[in-house]
C-alpha cells in the first residue's frame, strides 16, 4: 500500500512543470514525504526532468500524414459532393422525363387542341399548328427520356 502511494505521488509529480520545486522529506521514523516546500527533518531537492523533445522526424511524419489526411477528407467531401448533385440531375430528368411523357400523351390524343387569342378566347390550332405541338412534345421526351 505505502509502496503504490509513493509510487502513485512521484507519478504525479511528473506532471509537474520543470520549474517547479520538489521536496523530498525524511522525518525521524524514516517516512518519506513530497512536499513543495522544504520540511523539518532531512530534505532534498528534487528537480523534475523535463519532459522530452518531440523528435523533429516525429513531427515531421507526423504533418505529412496530417496533410494526407486533410487531402483524403477533401478528396472524400468532393466525390460526395459530385455524387449528390448527379443524383439530383438524375432525379430532375426523370422528372421532366415523367412531365415531357405526358405532355406527349396529351397532346397525341386530344381531340383537339387551343391557344388563347390576345382577348382571351381560344382559338383552335390549325393542322400545321398541331403538328409543331406534337414535334415539339416528341423533342421534349427525346430530350430528357433518351
Given at each position: 500500500m505505502r509502496t503504490g502511494l509513493t509510487?502513485?505521488?512521484?507519478?504525479?509529480l511528473a506532471w509537474l512543470p520543470a520549474a517547479?520545486?520538489?521536496?523530498?522529506?525524511?522525518?525521524?521514523?524514516?517516512t518519506v514525504?513530497?512536499?513543495d516546500r522544504p520540511c523539518a527533518g532531512q530534505t532534498t531537492l528534487i528537480k523534475p526532468a523535463a519532459a522530452p523533445g518531440v523528435?523533429?522526424?516525429v513531427a515531421e511524419r507526423r504533418a505529412r500524414t496530417d496533410k494526407l489526411l486533410r487531402a483524403y477528407e477533401e478528396e472524400h467531401a468532393e466525390e460526395q459532393r459530385a455524387q449528390a448533385e448527379a443524383?439530383?440531375?438524375?432525379?430532375?430528368r426523370r422528372r421532366e422525363c415523367t412531365r415531357a411523357r405526358n405532355w406527349l400523351t396529351r397532346v397525341s390524343y386530344a381531340r383537339g387542341l387551343y391557344?388563347?387569342?390576345e382577348d382571351g378566347s381560344q382559338v383552335d390550332l390549325n393542322a400545321a399548328e398541331r403538328a409543331a405541338v406534337q414535334a415539339k412534345a416528341e423533342a421534349d421526351v427525346a430530350r430528357w427520356c433518351d
Amino acid at each position: 500500500m505505502r509502496t503504490g502511494l509513493t509510487l502513485f505521488t512521484l507519478l504525479s509529480l511528473a506532471w509537474l512543470p520543470a520549474a517547479a520545486e520538489i521536496y523530498k522529506c525524511i522525518d525521524e521514523a524514516g517516512t518519506v514525504q513530497y512536499a513543495d516546500r522544504p520540511c523539518a527533518g532531512q530534505t532534498t531537492l528534487i528537480k523534475p526532468a523535463a519532459a522530452p523533445g518531440v523528435d523533429a522526424q516525429v513531427a515531421e511524419r507526423r504533418a505529412r500524414t496530417d496533410k494526407l489526411l486533410r487531402a483524403y477528407e477533401e478528396e472524400h467531401a468532393e466525390e460526395q459532393r459530385a455524387q449528390a448533385e448527379a443524383e439530383a440531375a438524375l432525379q430532375q430528368r426523370r422528372r421532366e422525363c415523367t412531365r415531357a411523357r405526358n405532355w406527349l400523351t396529351r397532346v397525341s390524343y386530344a381531340r383537339g387542341l387551343y391557344r388563347e387569342a390576345e382577348d382571351g378566347s381560344q382559338v383552335d390550332l390549325n393542322a400545321a399548328e398541331r403538328a409543331a405541338v406534337q414535334a415539339k412534345a416528341e423533342a421534349d421526351v427525346a430530350r430528357w427520356c433518351d
